[in-house]
């Protein structure tokens, strides 16, 4: 694993030196609440999301904690969602409609004039599985070992990890270290594009054969795989009987196919008129850090989380976030728990709304919005109460827009009054439920 | 939000980890006794883990970034 940059390595190390996180150092109060299952602890969740014109996602959670005596705990797991709708292309809007092949290149789509181009293709099914053991080591030490599996139709996610804390200061401090270890594959439908490879249309062939022939020659092959190696340092401190604060690092290194089999770039003429589509390429690796503060105060009844993250990789990605959640007690056992959170994100250094005819073409190009440069805020908040055996009950609503900017790129005339860079708006709806 | 302007805030980061360095060298004037509200449910660092967990998988595959709380890569095809 490298560390690009000599200026994060000191932050790396500082942060290092004494972080390692976890949430031991306060023990967690054990309150009496009555169980299902003697020893097990549920939560459940649903979630809506739904994003205008766009896609639109249900989630549901069920996560058990089973108690084994002497600080020995079972985690398990396990999510269910489904997601349709439509998915930015990375094409631009033209003062024309466009037609567009879909991505398993049987059959085609029409985008209206002006409009962003949109694959509704997109709908998927997952499953996933969480399972973790957690138990001390010694009498200052805890460990945890723990597996991942997450499967969609042409998606398949394998993972392990693990983690070490110790106790300093009475338990006033806890340092951990982490590692992480997964291993993706991807057979998307139709294949994996070449990069740079144009965008085929069956009009522009005599027969289905030779369409077929052309789009197999189109690809490099029918599935890929990508790994992820991760380290995660971490200190939790208290610092007075209402104040406990967390700092992490982390370093994730990716490699293999990184690149998104569905995004493609627009061609355009010195007008802005759209010439073809190319798929796009992205690098094969890719290391992100990040630093991750969170602060939890006591506040004369209330209770206010307070965090930031600032996150740097190799693709030039930095993003910086910040997320306020303050809970206040109401009447009888209800709290109210507002929230907002603010994003911002510089696009990868090979981000490009578009390419330009006649220009060579870069070794790496993705006009992906999701890796352009974009702010976005969340608003919010959850209602909940405490029912009689301590089961909660809470219900929360948000509001998530995304606002991708351009990044300095010159318009041709024909993309100037158009859309390109257009607002994202979704809304979440979830209902939590602990037994 | 230009990013040229990375080099503050690595400063800006660096003496906040310092900072903290700190603190975990003279902080241990919380006693036992003390603990009764970090003991919490709510003072939790993961209070509402369902909750991080669902906004992690959506952020992660609406945005170029991921992690920091927790392990940041894997996971799905949504990204």
């Known amino acids: 694993m490298q560390l690009s940059k000599t200026g994060s390595i000191s932050a790396a190390l500082a942060a290092a030196t004494c972080t390692l996180l976890s949430g031991n150092a306060v023990a967690a109060d054990s309150s009496k609440t009555d169980a299902l299952i003697e020893g097990w602890q549920f939560n459940s969740a649903l979630l809506y999301y739904g994003e205008t014109d766009r896609v639109k996602a249900a989630e549901a959670i069920l996560s058990a904690r089973g108690d084994f005596g002497d600080d020995k705990f079972l985690n398990l797991n396990l999510v269910l969602d489904t997601l349709t709708g439509a998915s930015a292309t990375g094409a631009v809007a033209q003062p024309d409609a466009q037609t567009f092949t879909r991505p398993s290149g049987a059959g085609s789509y029409t985008t209206a004039a002006g409009a962003t181009p949109l694959d509704d293709t997109f709908h998927d099914t997952r499953v996933q599985l969480d399972a973790s053991w957690e138990q001390p080591l010694s009498s200052n030490y805890r460990g945890t070992v723990g597996g991942h599996f997450s499967k969609e139709y042409d998606y398949l996610s394998l993972g392990i990890n693990g983690n070490i804390a110790r106790d300093f200061n009475h338990k006033n401090t806890t340092l951990s270290v982490g590692t992480a270890f997964s291993h993706d594959s991807i057979n998307p439908e139709g294949g994996i594009p070449s990069a740079f490879t144009p965008m085929l249309f069956r009009n522009n062939f005599a027969s289905e054969n030779a369409y077929q022939q052309a789009f197999d020659g189109s690809r490099r092959t029918d599935s890929d795989t990508k790994t992820t190696a991760e380290l995660l340092f971490g200190v939790t401190q208290i610092i007075n009987p209402n104040w406990l604060m967390q700092l992490n690092y982390s370093i994730a290194k990716a490699d293999g196919y990184l690149s998104d089999p569905f995004k493609v770039l627009s061609v355009v003429n010195n007008n802005g008129i759209t010439q073809q589509n190319l798929y796009e390429q992205r690098p094969d690796a890719r290391t992100k850090q990040s630093l991750y503060w969170q602060n939890k105060w006591h506040l004369s009844g209330s209770y206010l989380d307070l965090s930031y993250r600032y996150m740097w990789d190799d693709w030039s990605l930095n993003s910086h976030t910040a997320d306020a959640r303050w809970r206040f007690p109401l009447a009888g056992n209800w709290y109210i728990e507002p929230h907002a959170r603010y994003y911002t994100q510089d696009e990868a250094e090979f981000y490009q709304p578009f390419l330009s005819e006649g220009m060579p073409l870069p070794a790496f190009a993705s006009a992906d919005y999701r890796i352009g440069q974009m702010d976005a805020y969340t608003v919010g908040a959850k209602v909940g109460t405490v029912l009689d055996g301590g089961h909660d009950f809470a219900v929360r609503l948000e509001y998530y827009q995304q606002n991708p900017n351009n990044p300095g790129v010159e318009l041709p005339d024909a993309l100037k009054n158009l859309e390109l860079f257009g607002d994202v708006k979704a809304v979440m709806l979830q209902v939590s439920y602990s037994f | ?79």
């Not at chain 2, 980890?17 to 509200?37: E, F, H, I, M």
Request: proline share 1%; hydrophobic share 40%; net charge positive.
């Open chain 2, 1 to 79: 939000m230009s990013i040229k302007i990375n080099n503050k805030i690595k400063i800006l980061i660096t003496a906040l980890a310092l900072s903290q360095l700190a603190a975990c060298a003279s902080l241990d004037n919380v006693k036992p006794w003390q603990r009764g509200t970090l003991a919490k449910k709510e003072m939790q660092l993961n209070s509402a883990g369902l909750d991080n967990a669902l906004d992690d998988h959506i952020y992660f595959s609406k945005e170029g970034s991921s992690g920091g709380r927790s392990f940041a890569g894997g996971g799905c095809g949504c990204n």
